[in-house]
């Protein structure tokens, strides 16, 4: 079967990635530049995409839909250059300053679209049980709506795939290792500098998930 | 209330506009450009707006997504140059081959987004019962589900408004001869020509819906 995965550049959806390629699905991949702050992530989505050996422009598309976040999904830390990336935890109440507006459903439906006009069965998406508690649109029933919308929505049914949605972040990172991600392409961090951060709530997160995953960190963290 | 109206420029959503301010709403429009072969309907949303007194890049917004349309969302004529428009009438099966890949999903997830960074209510969008045979995302249990995963994937509800979804579309002509809508700046044809060439589905149908309402019909078609 053919899937195509939505590939941000994080870690999640690089484990996402290797697992699909893994399983021996064909695999289509799609980057979306939303005019998010972190857009040190698209390269790499760009450099993930390489080491698995898709193609750029073709079985890896980069979507460039920043003037979308610039000029409508206003509000948000990762749209807003005035809105500050908060500290602390991911699932700090303190993180829902950077919920973008119905981004989920917006990349979704462009993937699905997609995926409908390659005849692929899926589309996949790197969402885990760590991304519920501030947003609302990484949830079960969030995905088991859109699904539906989906499938009333086209002559053919697609398949909304995600497989870490009740996974911690550790356990994607045990699964990554033991199918040789390369998480040192991967990019977490909100703030979108050079290194990571290591302080804002996707740098707490994801230094915190190889500690306890016991997997060998090889990000570079600024503090 | 305000409102975000998906503005085709099409007959339907001029006179969707036109009833939405109509009412008093405070009205907000969105276009967008999907790399449709009748492009020439994005003038006409703009000669709609500018008529009723919105301001470009402002509450007028011209969204151009031609990317999305020319790279991922192939195999239909409105997006495929080398797809012929078939023509005859708009609810024939042969107009299958117009249906663009999850299209209303993928602009009503863009438009609700955009709504929410507004704190807007409700997004309007003009489908009506004459889209629903050959259309399956212009069926009213698509926007029903789409509605279900807006809430559910978001902080706030929204309302999907489609209050033309069970009208003929002379239902809607006589609506807006009512309404003093300004037909003549609509643009239905699928061709994209000069005039409208009177012989695709959608010219057909326009050309009907005037006839069946008894109002007089201010387009110019080539045949």
Not at 13 to 28: H, I, M, N, W, Y
Not at 124 to 132: N, S
Request: hydrophobic residues 40%; contains cysteine.
């Amino acid at each position: 079967m053919k899937v195509v995965v939505v590939l941000s550049g994080g870690l999640d959806s690089t484990v996402l990635l290797a697992s699909a390629l893994e399983q021996g699905f064909e695999v289509r991949a799609i980057t979306f530049d939303y005019g998010q702050r972190h857009n040190r992530e698209i390269q790499s989505a760009i450099r993930v995409a390489h080491h698995f050996g898709l193609d750029p422009g073709n079985t890896h598309k980069l979507i460039d839909i920043s003037h979308v976040g610039e000029q409508l999904l206003q509000g948000s830390a990762l749209t807003s250059p005035s809105v500050e990336v908060p500290l602390g935890h991911y699932a700090d109440p303190s993180m829902r300053i950077t919920v973008v507006p119905n981004r989920n459903m917006i990349m979704l439906s462009i993937a699905a679209g997609w995926a409908i006009s390659l005849s692929c069965g899926a589309v996949a998406l790197g969402v885990h049980a760590g991304d519920h508690a501030v947003y609302p649109d990484c949830r079960p029933r969030f995905f088991a709506a859109a699904e539906e919308a989906l499938r009333l929505g086209n002559y053919v049914s697609l398949t909304v795939m995600t497989p870490f949605i009740d996974w911690t972040k550790a356990a994607i990172v045990k699964h990554g290792a033991e199918l040789k991600a390369p998480f040192e392409l991967s990019w977490s961090c909100y703030q979108g500098g050079e290194k990571h951060c290591g302080k804002c709530g996707t740098c707490v997160e994801r230094r915190e998930a190889f500690q306890l995953a016991g997997v060998p960190d090889p990000t570079e963290y600024f503090v």
